[in-house]
């Protein structure tokens, strides 16, 4: 799949007098470089970035981005903007955002990714927990070209009515991931937080640094206690006599997975114990499960951890994962020391302001006999 990015600057931005919005700047730097900067540092990388612009095209063409006019003249909005995009690149897919909003989520394109494969729609938008929607935050499949030249034809330019009727699809991400600026007063009150004389953070801040750069732990007592669950997984590969010998159970060790099993639920249990700044949590379920990819030669770790409190409960399913996989390798290290853990991460997570989080779908495996499959909860 091709995916370019188009980022929208081409609007009359009448809030702010008229002025050309993109190139204003925001602590020294336009507002446009800070965008570019935040898709440069996506977790999934775009093909190619396109800058959509209807006045001082030589300023925008320095950031060394192709910079396109609107074919529609006349029509006001973001859809003329992303007509221009679709037209210029043959890319498969499309991700649009907008000049004003300069920080985004380095996991905003691997989000809406999860979401095409899941649901196979045209287009994903961003939205926040509170309700916003925003629509010019969007990732759009390259044949919707058709209905969008429809729309502008016939003087449409409301991107969300449009969106809507393509048959868009949401993925939620926490508040203030998009700090919007529209007015002179959203610009200086952005500038003062990147300043520091606000300590609150904003997309891609470190939460666990206070104003002055130390290390803390967060505060949540303010949060309401809420249901919350987290899923993480990770691999081990090793040699196929190894996998036989684990899978057999014939390994002089004993039961290999049964023993990480129990290393993986008393890791999660451990986990503010080894990982500084993490809050004691009340666990109130731990599941594990094993499964062997015989073709790869893995045992694949998967954990679920669940809690009623005030923070996620991430990080004790990741050190439950990880822990969990060091135990296979410390129970058959005599055998195979050239064992390679592999690919931990989270792949989903419940509860909490940022709502139900997803990455993309794992790689399928070949599940486990029943005898080596069971997990027990706590």
Sequence with gaps: MTLDAVVLAGGEARRMAGRDKGLIELSGKPMVAWVLES????????????????????????????????????????????????????ADWMLVVPCDVPFLPGDLLLQFRAALNATGAPAVVARTPDGQVHWSICLLRRDVLPSLVECLSSGQNRLGDWLKAQGAVFVTFPENQFPNLNTPEDLSSLASRLSGAEAIPMAGELTHFNAAGQAHMVNVGGKAETQRSATAQGDIRMLPDTLRLIEGGSHKKGDVLGIARIAAIMAAKKTSDLIPLCHPLPLTAVEVEFSIDRVKSTVRCSVTCETFGRTGIEMEALTAVQVGLLTIYDMCKAVDKGMVMTDVRLVEKIGGKSGHWTSAPPAATTSMPNSLSNSPLI
């Design 39 to 90: 898709l440069q540092k996506q977790s999934v990388l775009v093909d190619h970035i396109l800058i959509s612009a209807n006045r001082n095209l030589p300023d925008y063409a320095s950031f060394g981005h192709a910079v396109l006019r609107d074919v529609y003249p006349n029509q006001a909005g973001p859809m003329a903007g992303i007509h221009a995009a679709l037209l210029a690149s043959p």
